[in-house]
């Protein structure tokens, strides 16, 4: 069955350093998304990315993150100066459309990043 | 802003015993995900429901949306400690790209 991989699985990072998550959605899909989970808290929305621009982003997303599509298989988030509350689990997600209210958004199994 | 409130947080139930947990909003979703999370992991697909009204049974779990598309219920029959982890529920935002909400989570423990 086709899945979301992503990696690394454990990214450990200092302060004020850059870091790049890897993503490989689903094949056929065409949307993908970032979300964050803060140890202990919700899933939180951080961006859509559509025909290689984002469609949509949330407050969170700064200008500190970006994401990009560099080939035709991955989907990378990178954040230029990490801070310590950037400390979270990152999930990456895809969907054939959005449609909306028959699509199903399939995850990763999210990379652990640390700030230090 | 959407929100969606997932009732109970915690639970705690012996083997066999049934449950049902909530999630709720104010706001109108055009589908409405169930996921299951285990610790450092991924959230798993449960199910989709898209129409109100909707119920969908997956073995001994039984999901429901809402008429008016605000809220959801699962119904977990003869729980067993596999059943034991994280629920979630995700609704789909009716603008924009469809990004999700996810609903605060509810944590199941099970007892053998």
């Known amino acids: 069955e086709p899945e979301v991989t992503q990696t690394p699985s454990h990214q450990v990072t200092q302060m004020g350093q850059e870091v790049i998550l890897r993503c490989v959605p689903i094949?056929?899909?065409?949307?993908f998304y970032w979300y964050r989970q803060i140890l202990g808290q919700k899933v939180e929305f951080l961006v859509s990315?559509?025909?290689?621009?984002?469609?949509?982003k949330s407050e969170i997303f700064d200008d500190q993150f970006s994401v990009e599509r560099p080939d035709g298989s991955n989907f990378t988030l990178k954040i230029r100066s990490t801070k310590l509350e950037d400390s979270a689990m990152y999930f990456c997600?895809?969907?054939?459309?959005?449609?909306?209210?028959?699509?199903?958004?399939?995850f990763g199994p999210g990379t652990r990043l640390t700030v230090l | 802003t959407q929100l969606l409130e997932q009732s109970p947080q915690f639970l705690s139930i012996q083997e066999g015993e049934n449950l049902t947990v909530y999630c709720n909003s104010s706001?109108?979703?055009?589908?409405l995900q169930w996921y299951r999370q285990e610790p450092g992991e991924g959230p798993v697909l449960l199910v989709t429901?898209?129409?109100?009204?909707e119920v969908k049974k997956l073995k001994r779990l039984t999901f429901q949306f809402g008429d008016a598309r605000k809220d959801s219920s699962l119904h977990i029959t003869a729980a067993q400690p596999g059943d034991t982890g994280l629920y979630l529920c995700?609704?789909?935002?009716?603008?924009?790209?469809?990004?999700?909400?996810f609903g605060t989570g509810t944590r199941l423990k099970v007892l053998a």
């Open positions: 997600a895809s969907t054939w459309t959005s449609g909306g209210a028959r699509d199903t958004q399939y």
């Open positions: 094949s056929n899909h065409l949307y």
């Open positions: 990315f559509y025909n290689n621009e984002i469609s949509e």
């Open positions: 706001s109108v979703f055009s589908s």
């Open positions: 429901v898209v129409t109100g009204g």
């Open positions: 995700a609704g789909a935002s009716d603008t924009g790209t469809y990004k999700y909400i």
